[in-house]
Antibody, heavy 121, light 109 residues
Framework: EVQLLESGGGLVQPGGSLRLSCAAS????????MSWVRQAPGKGLEWVSI????????YTADSVKGRFTTSRDNSKDTLYLQMNSLRVEDTAVYHC??????????????WGQGALVTVSS | QSVLTQPPSVSAAPGQKVTISCSGS????????VSWYQQLPGTAPKLLIY???KRPSGIPDRFSGSKSGTSATLGITGLQTGDEADYYC???????????FGGGTKLTV
């Protein structure tokens, strides 16, 4: 059974940093691209980043570019999101999501329940 | 403002059919495949459709997807009260090099 479990969320002041982790199990983690998608309270889905299966390639949304860094450790089956210079508008539930196999356009077939990040003074 | 445009809400009676539209541009839907997600209250999104019309295993054939030009449509037949949820379309934006989602559509049954 595929499982994605996020951790590392919490309350942080504006300008602060936080690192989210996503522990994967139930599939060959190193064979799949992974993504972070966030959802502000009461709002829709907003894509944050995607990282290739090897970790050599990443794409990041303009809204977080230069502040957020996505990485992975395939030896630990874990995805990371390093968030720096956090802003109030970064407040959201952050989901990690697994890329669908054999599709050209990104689509995500498994999602974690999410980690809540609250940026507030 | 989302790159993909969806109606904020749709409604239909139990047993009926409903369609949800998703409008984009040449750089989004026009040149890429579309996926659809269902998000029940308080839960993570669930993939319903990918590559415009493919269903993952376990998704009933009551759910269908189609694409024409720069628009896509999700169809749901035999509506059940358990289908009440928010539905999102998603694709790749070739101009932005980014995944984009629609603003979401709330389905009331």
């Amino acid at each position: 059974e595929v499982q994605l479990l996020e951790s590392g969320g919490g309350l942080v002041q504006p300008g602060g940093s936080l690192r989210l982790s996503c522990a994967a199990s139930g599939f060959t983690f190193s064979s799949f691209a992974m993504s972070w998608v966030r959802q502000a309270p009461g709002k829709g889905l907003e894509w944050v980043s995607i990282i290739s299966d090897s970790g050599d390639s990443t794409y990041t949304a303009d809204s977080v570019k230069g502040r957020f860094t996505t990485s992975r450790d395939n030896s630990k089956d874990t995805l990371y999101l390093q968030m720096n210079s956090l802003r109030v508008e970064d407040t959201a539930v952050y989901h990690c999501a697994k890329y669908v196999v054999a599709t050209i356009t990104p689509a995500f077939d498994y999602w974690g329940q999410g980690a809540l990040v609250t940026v507030s003074s | 403002q989302s790159v993909l445009t969806q109606p904020p809400s749709v409604s239909a009676a139990p047993g009926q059919k409903v369609t949800i539209s998703c409008s984009g541009s040449r750089s989004t839907i026009g040149n890429n495949y579309v996926s659809w997600y269902q998000q029940l209250p308080g839960t993570a999104p669930k993939l319903l459709i990918y590559d415009n019309s493919k269903r993952p295993s376990g998704i009933p054939d009551r759910f269908s997807g189609s694409k024409s030009g720069t628009s896509a449509t999700l169809g749901i037949t035999g509506l059940q009260t358990g289908d009440e949820a928010d539905y999102y379309c998603g694709t790749w934006d070739s101009s932005l090099s980014a995944v984009v989602f629609g603003g979401g559509t709330k389905l009331t049954v």
